[in-house]
């Protein structure tokens, strides 16, 4: 059964930082590349960033050096550490598969950059 449950998301001022956390199925993460996806009112889903089982990231254009992807594999936890947010970075984010995710999706964690 798949589990994705993401968490740590809140209210930041521009410039803050945040560190979300996604616990994924042991059988998701142990044999998939991760992602961190967002969507922003009024907009498409899009992809933030990467993180493969080998350890190879890729980001966003948009988020590149401002966000770091990681995983714990003994917590079966992907994380997305989030620095000098933007008011623009403002989206609920989800965790998935990559590079196709799941038709399942968890319910997401709010992030708001706002002064």
């Known amino acids: 059964q798949v589990q994705l449950v993401e968490s740590g998301g809140g209210l930041v001022q521009p410039g803050g930082s945040l560190r979300l956390s996604c616990a994924a199925s042991?059988?998701?993460?142990?044999?998939?590349?991760m992602g961190w996806y967002r969507q922003a009112p009024r907009k498409q889903r899009e992809l933030v960033a990467v993180?493969?089982?080998?350890?190879?990231?890729h980001y966003a254009h948009s988020v590149k050096v401002r966000f770091t992807i990681s995983r714990d594999n003994a917590k079966n936890t992907v994380y997305l550490q989030m620095n000098s947010l933007k008011p623009e970075d403002t989206a609920v984010y989800y965790c998935?598969?990559?590079?196709?995710?799941?038709?399942?999706w968890g319910q997401g964690t709010q992030v708001t950059v706002s002064s």
């Open positions: 042991g059988s998701i993460f142990s044999i998939n590349a």
């Open positions: 998935n598969k990559w590079p196709l995710p799941y038709d399942y």
């Open positions: 993180l493969t089982s080998g350890g190879s990231t």
